[in-house]
């Protein structure tokens, strides 16, 4: 194997890893920070992703609505736009449940955002997808390697500006609130805070960059069909987030890297290593490792490779070296 | 003084249970009234209906001259009617401080674009509250305990922090439900004479406690409740000498 060919995997690697990292970031704001229960992850993602792509995609023979062929920034507003409002609208309506009733609305919700894609026909194209979706800086160079090299750019500065704007924000007095809510949201109501206002504005702000990832998901790959937004990946994100470290942004980002690692390394390893007549069997054997990797972090390491900083507000010192300053992680 | 709590007739069924039977009493501003009685008497549930936490089936409650009967628990904390829980609920993965600085309504960085647009002032507003929270640790003797996360602290320490979270407030009444339970007689000690310093700076409290030496130092009136219903309101020898307190208290003695 050349070092070109290797950079360019390393590359493509990154570039997955990145969406994946974006979406915990946003599911950390929601159940790292709030307690959100959202099992609806892979619903928001859809509609980013289905969002760009309507509003960047060309117009396809056989549907009514969409192919406006629009610059891809414009897609990715979009697919922020829509993600936030559908967030609006669902957590309006179920963010007054509690633990469970919440993920099992939000699960419900994924899922009929799934059966919208595969049979509203007539702007999803059903099970055929939507094809043929533009990419930034493609046709830029002659090679592919420099394109991926630069929507690789785009995709870390989008990472870093949400990792930036969140670590601001809940290092804030409103960040307080939100974990708070997490720790008890009744004390929390007690001590006059809105609870339901603050849920609402977590959640908004968390699909809304899970709508992003969605929709670099889709001006990337350049082809979107139902099949992509299964409920699988939610999980794979909640155990992105548990293992990099929930309550961590730095974790939530290093938790989409580090799964999305074994997940993809683990492919190769267990081709190899199971015997020919279950070879059909070794996209099952993933799904089992990444359990094992769940089980494993939760028995002995719970709070994550990277912890939740033992101090989180930003001015919640006692001062004057009264104690020695915590570890942060 | 002016009377600061005002009951009504106040009344809450739950189901066929009717916990709170119509119930009148009045809190004079500047007390430490007690509220006493045997296990379900209704004590708690009045206090959940005083602080919002659910809305009666009847009658009215009135705080500082306002009705405040249909009010949700965040809206009567924001009038300085404040409530402590009798199992303590600290936020226990924050530290003791950050418990303390949640506490401030309207803080200008609760809302988020302020951090954004605003950001200087909500950094002094925060150092304000710090200094404030610190001062509060202080008094309690808890500010060696500041950093610490609050689900490291002992249940007398998460009683300290309880009134504590409630004075960060700047409250008019304070509703205490069992500050004394399961608590070591020193630590006792310290939270009665805290209680009675806070007094002393204007603040009114109503009280429900079991431990019957507290309350007689402390309180004064002393409301007795019993089966839903108010039995008796009275200093503590009168409370004491009433054949049908005992009667409730322990059930059948002959007076």
Redesign the interface.
């Known amino acids: 194997m050349d070092f070109l060919s290797v950079l360019s995997f390393a590359v493509f690697f990154l570039i997955f890893a990145s969406f994946f990292s974006l979406t915990s970031l946003g599911l950390n704001m929601q159940w790292g920070f709030t307690g959100l229960f959202n099992v609806g992850v892979v619903g928001f993602y859809a509609i980013g992703a289905y969002t760009s792509a309507i509003v960047t995609g060309p117009a396809y023979p056989d549907t009514l609505f969409g192919g406006f062929g629009l610059p891809v920034p414009l897609g990715y507003l979009a697919a922020i736009l829509t993600s936030a409002l559908a967030a609006f609208v669902v957590g309006f309506v179920t963010l007054r449940l509690r633990e469970d009733y919440l993920a099992i609305s939000t699960f419900g919700i994924a899922v009929t955002i799934q059966l919208l894609a595969l049979n509203l026909q007539s702007v999803t194209r059903g099970p055929n997808g939507l094809y043929s979706l533009p990419k930034p800086f493609s046709g830029l160079s002659a090679s592919n390697l420099v394109d991926n090299l630069l929507y690789l750019l785009i995709c870390l500065a989008c990472i870093g500006a949400v990792y930036w704007a969140f670590e601001?924000?809940v290092r804030?007095?409103?960040g307080?609130?939100l974990?708070?809510i997490?720790?008890?949201e009744?004390?929390?109501?007690?001590?006059?805070?809105?609870v339901f206002a603050y849920r609402l504005?977590a959640f908004v702000l968390g699909c809304a960059v899970m709508g992003l990832a969605g929709a670099l998901y889709a001006n990337f790959i350049g082809y979107i069909s139902p099949q992509d937004f299964v409920p699988i990946f939610t999980f794979q994100v909640y155990v992105m987030l548990i293992v990099g470290g929930s309550?961590n942004n730095r974790g939530a980002i290093l938790g989409g890297l580090v799964v999305w690692a074994l997940w993809s390394g683990s492919g190769g390893l267990i081709a190899a290593v199971l015997p020919p007549d279950l070879q059909t069997q070794a996209a099952a054997v993933r799904i089992v490792l990444i359990g094992l990797i769940l089980v494993l972090m939760l028995l002995y390491r719970p709070a994550g490779i990277l912890r939740?900083r033992?101090?989180?507000?930003?001015?919640?010192?006692?001062?004057d070296g009264?104690?020695p300053p915590?570890a942060d992680a | 003084m002016g009377t600061i709590l005002k009951v009504v007739d106040l009344t809450k069924d739950f189901g066929g249970l009717r916990a709170v039977d119509e119930v009148c009493f009045e809190v004079a501003a500047g007390t430490i009234t007690g509220l006493i009685g045997p296990n379900g008497a209704g004590k708690t549930t009045t206090f959940n209906l005083l602080a919002g936490t659910f809305p009666p089936t009847a009658g009215r409650i009135a705080f500082d001259g306002q009705d405040i009967t249909d009010l949700a628990d965040f809206e009567t904390f924001r009038r300085g009617l404040v409530r402590t829980f009798q199992i303590p609920r600290p936020f226990s993965g924050m530290t003791v401080l950050e418990n303390l600085m949640t506490v401030p309504q309207d803080q200008l960085g609760e809302r988020f674009w302020n951090n954004w647009v605003r950001g200087g002032a909500v950094r002094a507003q925060e150092r304000r509250l710090r200094e404030q929270a610190i001062d509060i640790l202080e008094f309690l003797g808890l500010d060696h305990l500041g950093e610490a996360p609050a689900g490291d602290l002992s249940g007398g320490q998460l009683k300290l922090l309880e009134l504590g979270r409630a004075l960060m407030a700047d409250p008019k009444m304070i509703l205490l439900d069992e500050p004394g339970a399961g608590i070591n007689p020193t630590l006792l000690g310290e939270i009665v004479e805290r209680i009675a310093a806070l007094n002393r700076r204007g603040i009114t409290f109503l009280i429900i406690e079991h431990n019957m030496d507290l309350v007689m130092t402390l309180c004064d009136p002393i409301l007795v409740m019993a089966d839903g219903g108010l039995l008796m309101e009275g200093t503590a020898d009168q409370v004491q000498q009433d054949p049908t307190v005992l009667d409730a208290f322990l059930g059948g003695v002959p007076a």
Do not use: F, Y
């Open positions: 601001r924000m804030s007095p409103w307080r609130v974990r708070a997490r720790e008890d009744t004390a929390a109501a007690a001590l006059g805070k809105n504005q309550g939740e033992h101090i989180v507000s930003h001015e919640a010192r006692m001062g009264a104690r915590a």
